[in-house]
Each structure stands twice: as structure tokens, then as C-alpha cells.
């Protein structure tokens, strides 16, 4: 590893990033709908996803 870069998640960011990785694989390998994803799900996935966007160098907004 080059660079390498780290983020550190509560248990509950975790599972949710675990979550969505699953639903995402199996409705690509087998076309499983993706489940709806609550509001507080979202707001922690959505900061987790700026978080690693400004390690990466970006400015975490992705508009």
C-alpha cells in the first residue's frame, strides 16, 4: 500500500457500509431489488462518503 488512508467508523456506520455493499452486490449478481434505505441510514452513509471524498482529496460534495 502506497498511500494509505484511514477511517474509523462506529459500530452502527459499519454495519450500515456493510449493509448497502451486500444489497448493492446481490442486485447486481442477481438483480435483488436494493432495499430503501432510511433517513438516519442515509445521513450516516452520505457523512461517511464526504469523509473518505475529503481523504481522497476532494472537498466532499458531490454535486
Not at 445521513?43 to 472537498?59: M, V
Amino acid at each position: 500500500m502506497d498511500d494509505p488512508i484511514e477511517l474509523r467508523l462506529d459500530l452502527t456506520t459499519a454495519d450500515d457500509l456493510r449493509n448497502a455493499l451486500y444489497d448493492l452486490g446481490e442486485h447486481q449478481a442477481a438483480g435483488r431489488p436494493i432495499p430503501y434505505m432510511d433517513t438516519e441510514t442515509s445521513r450516516r452513509l452520505g457523512a461517511l462518503l464526504r469523509d473518505l471524498d475529503i481523504l481522497l482529496g476532494g472537498t466532499g460534495r458531490f454535486a
